[in-house]
Antibody
Framework: EVQLLESGGGLVQPGGSLRLSCAVS????????MNWVRQAPGKGLEWVSG????????YYADSVKGRFTISRDDSKSTLYLQMNSLRAEDTAIYYC????????????WGLGTLVTVSS | SYELTQPLSVSVALGQTARITCEGN??????VHWYQQKPGQAPVLVIY???NRPSGIPERISGSNSGNTATLTISGAQAGDEADYYC?????????FGGGTKLTV
């Protein structure tokens, strides 16, 4: 059974940093690209970042480029999102999602972790 | 940047057919995927690559894509289909989501 479990969310002040983790099981982590998708309270889904299976290629939404860094540790089957210079508008539930390469979509999602940026 | 436009809400009577549209420039040339999200839950993939269902998704949920419009069709709508639905494509190294449609049964 495929499982993705996010952690690391919490309350942080504007300008602060946070690192999210996503531990996965039930599939060969190193064979798949992964993504982070967020959802602000009462709003729709917003893609944040993606990383290729090899880890060599990363992608970012313009809204987080230069502030967020996605990475992966295949030995731990874990995906990360380092978030710096956080803003109030980054407040959201952050989901990690497994990517299916052909067509590029997310076939499995975690339950999400809430990040609140507030003073 | 590429944009996807969905209606904010769609209503359907129990047992009838609901159609949720997703509009984008020449979207018919892209692979379109659909997600269902119920309150307090993570999104679930219901249609991938225009018209394919993952295992466990009922046959009464289907998709089509042509020209500038992709459509998610839910036949014989049930109370359990009430949810938010999002379309998604991959364009220019970014994953693009539509704004979402709230389906009321």
């Amino acid at each position: 059974e495929v499982q993705l479990l996010e952690s690391g969310g919490g309350l942080v002040q504007p300008g602060g940093s946070l690192r999210l983790s996503c531990a996965v099981s039930g599939f060969s982590f190193s064979s798949y690209g992964m993504n982070w998708v967020r959802q602000a309270p009462g709003k729709g889904l917003e893609w944040v970042s993606g990383i290729s299976a090899s880890g060599h290629t990363t992608y970012y939404a313009d809204s987080v480029k230069g502030r967020f860094t996605i990475s992966r540790d295949d030995s731990k089957s874990t995906l990360y999102l380092q978030m710096n210079s956080l803003r109030a508008e980054d407040t959201a539930i952050y989901y990690c999602a497994k990517e299916e390469a052909v067509g590029i979509y997310c076939d499995y999602w975690g339950l999400g972790t809430l990040v609140t940026v507030s003073s | 940047s590429y944009e996807l436009t969905q209606p904010l809400s769609v209503s359907v009577a129990l047992g009838q057919t609901a159609r949720i549209t997703c509009e984008g420039n020449n979207i018919g040339s892209k692979n379109v995927h659909w997600y269902q999200q119920k309150p307090g839950q993570a999104p679930v993939l219901v249609i991938y690559r225009d018209n394919n269902r993952p295992s466990g998704i009922p046959e009464r949920i289907s998709g089509s894509n042509s020209g500038n419009t992709a459509t998610l069709t839910i036949s014989g709508a049930q109370a359990g289909d009430e949810a938010d639905y999002y379309c998604q494509v991959w364009d220019s190294r970014t994953m693009v989501f539509g704004g979402g449609t709230k389906l009321t049964v």
